[in-house]
């Protein structure tokens, strides 16, 4: 594992974000390993639009987690938000942006000791702290078809592209979240990896293993539960697809679990029931109770068709059926998932999930996951990184230089 380096990640998520993200993950356990880490929260890619109904509500959550100021997680790791623009689509706000950050985490990493760190971005916007920070390598790990988000802010598409495209060209080493993107990468492609999703299978194990209590909230519901957790955004959700249940499957109870947008439709439906987050160490005791997990996603939009959701690897380490919308990501799993092409064989395979008798269909779905975990995968990226900064301490001294600042565009 990799060790006694510095290590400053660009996250495109906050870290107080209640579901940890693969960021998340792999952070604690570089920190654990004895790295030195500053996670920066999200600088974002622009604010949503004046007419989305969820602006200020995302404003007040930035504002908050800018409230936090720089804190200490267990493993040792500071996190920070830092002061910033939340316009990137002018060169002029980028420069500004650009000298803001540099000062805000160049400080920081100085008073925390960090020196010659591996730079990890994670968010387009972030390329501009490329070359600025002194690092010793550059990783760009990309989570999402970015230039395909048109619903979390205003940017303009191009611009975000040409932004992913010379972080793409600066980066040592790049990662792919998803298959789908990067089966379609080409820019790059002999620094590319596919970096799947991973899994603490220990922690959802205990879910479907009949030694917790389910959460009362879960339990007063009855059942069957169908279940869910993660986003609930009204572009995300197949809103369609829960009326459908509704009223065709009047007893079965839909339970959405995390944030949910201002903009949902299906909130006064009898039988669907809308729970707030809840930390990552209950979560299991309320997967507990579901019957059914499942990702009732709109996949026709390109942005979420090339999701790579982790809560499917957590739902199979549950042992409980699962169900999902087509996702290119899952696709290699299909012998242990219900994957519904359609909105009636999305209720059809509830169907058939609930009425499962199979004694080992649980343990197969758990062995699908069980050597796929965030330990595994942070020793794999780790060796990964230990070779690039051999490669380049083997360069000429002249070819070893620390890189120039990744020049804007106009």
Request: charge should be neutral.
């Given at each position: ?27 604690r ?44 997680t ?11 623009l939340?316009?990137?689509g ?47 390598l ?94 609930v ?20 109870n839909?339970?959405?679990i ?11 439906l009898?039988?669907?029931?809308f729970?707030?987050?809840v ?9 507990a ?6 990702l ?9 068709n ?10 199979l380490?549950?042992g409980?059926?699962?169900v ?49 975990t ?28 620390r ?8």
């Amino acid at each position: 594992m990799l060790s006694g380096k510095s290590i400053i990640c660009f996250g495109g998520e906050d870290w107080w974000y209640h579901h940890p993200h693969s960021k998340n993950h792999l952070m604690r356990r570089f920190a654990r390993a004895g790295n030195r880490v500053i996670f920066v929260n999200s600088i974002s890619m622009g604010l949503p639009s004046i007419r989305n109904k969820d602006l200020l509500p995302r404003v007040m959550r930035k504002m908050r987690s800018y409230s936090k100021l720089a804190r200490n997680t267990p493993e040792g790791i500071t996190v920070v938000s830092p002061a910033a623009l939340p316009f990137f689509g002018s060169r002029a706000a980028r420069d500004a942006n650009r000298r803001l950050i540099r000062a805000q985490i160049g400080m920081l990493a100085r008073r925390r000791g960090l020196t010659r760190p591996v730079l990890w971005i994670a968010i387009p916007t972030a390329v501009e702290m490329i070359g600025r920070l002194n690092e010793s390598l550059v990783v760009y790990q990309v989570s999402d078809k970015y230039d395909a988000n048109t619903m979390d802010h205003a940017t303009d598409p191009q611009t975000i592209r040409r932004l992913h495209e010379r972080a793409l060209d600066a980066a040592d080493i790049i990662f792919y979240s998803g298959r789908k993107l990067f089966e379609e990468a080409t820019r790059g492609r002999e620094r590319s990896y596919l970096l799947e999703q991973a899994v603490d299978f220990e922690h959802w194990a205990r879910a479907g293993s009949g030694e917790l209590e389910v959460a009362e909230e879960v339990a007063k519901i009855p059942a069957p539960r169908i279940g869910y957790f993660g986003a609930v955004e009204p572009w995300l959700v197949d809103q369609e697809l829960i009326r459908r249940a509704s009223r065709e499957r009047p007893l079965w109870n839909w339970v959405f679990i995390g944030n949910k947008s201002r903009g949902m439709e299906i909130e006064d439906l009898p039988n669907v029931h809308f729970l707030p987050p809840v930390t990552y160490d209950e979560l299991p005791r309320y997967a507990a109770g579901f019957d059914v997990c499942v990702l009732p996603w709109e996949t026709e939009q390109a942005f979420t068709n090339y999701g790579s959701a982790i809560k499917v690897r957590e739902y199979l380490a549950t042992g409980k059926p699962v169900v999902i919308a087509p996702l290119p990501e899952y696709e290699p799993m299909r012998d242990v998932l219900r994957i519904a092409r359609s909105r009636e064989e999305f209720l059809s395979l509830i169907e058939d999930a609930l009425a499962e008798d199979d004694a080992d269909a649980a343990r197969r779905r758990q062995a699908a996951v069980q050597s796929g975990t965030w330990d595994a995968r942070a020793e794999w990226v780790s060796g990964l990184i230990e070779e690039a900064l051999r490669r380049k301490a083997a360069l000429q001294p002249e070819q070893a230089e620390r890189r120039s600042p990744v020049s804007s565009d106009s």
